[in-house]
Nanobody, 123 residues
Framework: VQLQASGGGLVQAGDSLRLSCAAS????????MGWFRQAPGKEREFVAS????????YYADSVKGRFTISRNNAKNTVYLQMNSLKPEDTAVYYC?????????????????WGLGTQVTVSS
């Protein structure tokens, strides 16, 4: 499975961004999809995930109520809508695919990773 993330950019605090991750080369609908992020000098951390079968979503406490993950299986794409962005959300965001991402949060690991997309939030 190949993953291609896009949608990052430079925004101001309080703004919104929507990240997209397009998958190819596999059966997208049977993988959990998720987003992780890595800030300079920090370890990669879980942001959000969505189950392949139920569509149930999971979020890190730091983004609950601000970020929304969704997926469109017909388009093989997962999205991360990020609202009320804060400077501490600045990081490289990576999308990931795995049969069960619930088991891949600590430590962070996944079967497939995309290249990251930079999100920078200025104060």
């Amino acid at each position: 499975v190949q993953l291609q993330a896009s949608g990052g950019g430079l925004v101001q605090a309080g703004d919104s961004l929507r990240l997209s991750c397009a998958a190819s080369g596999g059966t997208f609908s049977i993988y959990d999809m998720g987003w992780f992020r890595q800030a300079p000098g920090k370890e990669r951390e879980f942001v959000a995930s969505i189950r392949w079968n139920s569509g149930r979503t999971y979020y890190a406490d730091s983004v609950k109520g601000r970020f929304t993950i969704s997926r469109n299986n017909a388009k093989n794409t997962v999205y991360l809508q990020m609202n009320s962005l804060k400077p501490e959300d600045t990081a490289v965001y990576y999308c990931a695919a795995d049969p069960d991402l619930r088991l891949r949060i600590t430590p962070v690991q996944a079967a497939y990773w995309g290249l990251g997309t930079q999100v920078t939030v200025s104060s």
